[in-house]
């Protein structure tokens, strides 16, 4: 599949008046600068800066509320009905963006809760060790939301919980990524995480933008995922090293990688049952109960493995008809 992308060493507000029309763009994911000095955050990480591209360009504080309200104007002018955009942020800022957000049509879908492996030490107070993510989308149009594009229905981890439902949990546990002796942004969302986002609110062909490129993550994993990206960075430096950096990626490359569904036994799964079906499950319930021993629990799996249907489909059935 041949995928393209189109990225901007322009202003991503000026730049999204310039390149995208109205109603273009299918999703955007994007981590805006935090307001918080983001240029001396090396001072609280004990990090070293020989390996950090320079340039980094952070919004002074008492401008930030006109700034995020002004991008995301065009955010929402730019996607498509139905789409969806992502905005990671920290907790400084924070009400800005939420203001900013409730100034436009779009609607919020989840509060996501980004919980990663460690955060910037300190001796009086509770460490900071999250980011908000805010999902949200434009009314109208086709919403997409792939629910099953990791795990099938009947997935269970170790404990017996769907692994459906804890992946689409709205708190994250994804660790940040380690790239010693790696050229990289002050600041880089993790593959992992970019790859969630990218596979639940997106499909193959779609154009995902990023108005704030960074380190290109982003359009790395879209494009890893047949994707296809536009984007802005502000900063030359950043720029100039990361669009060389492109040329490397694999379209679809990461498709070899992903987490995949298993195969669902849930064929009927929503469909309509008839009488005829309903009896079926009552007739075989009741051979199963007078043929073995074993619980009624393990009994319904059984049924609801022959009939393609979910546990509490066949269990509402069986309490119908009093059993």
Same mark, same amino acid.
Request: net charge positive; with cysteine; aromatic share 14%.
């Given at each position: ?269 929503? /469909? ?5 079906? #309903? %009896?079926?499950?009552? @007739?075989?319930? *009741?051979? !199963?109960?007078?043929?073995? =021993? /074993? ?5 319904? #799996? %059984?049924?609801?493995? @022959?009939?393609? *249907?979910? !546990?509490?489909?066949?269990? =509402? ?7």
């Amino acid at each position: 599949m041949k995928v393209h992308y189109k990225l901007y060493n322009e202003d991503c507000i000026q730049g999204a008046r310039k390149h995208l029309k109205d109603n273009s763009i299918d999703l955007i994911i994007t981590d805006p600068p935090y307001g918080i000095k983001g240029d001396k955050l090396h001072k609280h990480y004990n990090r070293a800066e020989e390996y950090v591209l320079q340039g980094y360009i952070e919004v002074p504080q008492e401008e930030y509320a006109q700034f995020s309200y002004r991008w995301i104007k065009e955010a929402e002018r730019v996607l498509k009905p139905g789409g969806s955009i992502y905005i990671v942020s920290g907790y400084t800022n924070l009400i800005d963006i939420l203001n900013a957000l409730r100034q436009t049509r779009l609607k919020e879908i989840n509060h996501i809760i980004w919980k990663y492996n460690f955060g910037v030490y300190t001796k009086t107070k509770f460490v900071s060790s999250h980011y908000h993510i805010l999902y949200y989308r434009k009314p109208g149009g086709h919403y997409t939301f792939n629910t099953f594009c990791r795990y099938s229905a009947d997935e269970r981890d170790e404990t017996g919980i769907s692994s459906n439902y804890r992946d689409r949990e709205d708190v994250w546990i994804i660790n940040r990524e380690y790239k010693p002796g790696q050229i990289k942004n002050k600041n880089e969302l993790p593959k992992e995480l970019l790859m969630k986002m990218i596979l639940y609110s997106s499909n193959a062909g779609d154009l995902i933008c990023d108005f704030f490129l960074g380190g290109f993550s982003t359009a790395k994993v879209a494009i890893g995922l047949n994707r296809n990206v536009c984007g802005f960075e502000k900063s030359k430096d950043a720029y100039t090293y990361q669009i060389k950096e492109m040329k490397k990626i694999k379209p679809g490359g990461l498709l070899e990688i992903i987490k995949k569904p298993k195969q669902c036994f849930l064929f009927n799964q929503g /469909k309509i049952w008839s009488e005829t079906q #309903k %009896n079926e499950v009552i @007739e075989k319930y *009741r051979n !199963y109960r007078k043929s073995n =021993n /074993k619980s009624k629990k393990t009994i319904i #799996k %059984n049924i609801a493995r @022959e009939f393609g *249907r979910g !546990y509490f489909s066949i269990l =509402n059935v069986l309490k119908e008809r009093g059993l």
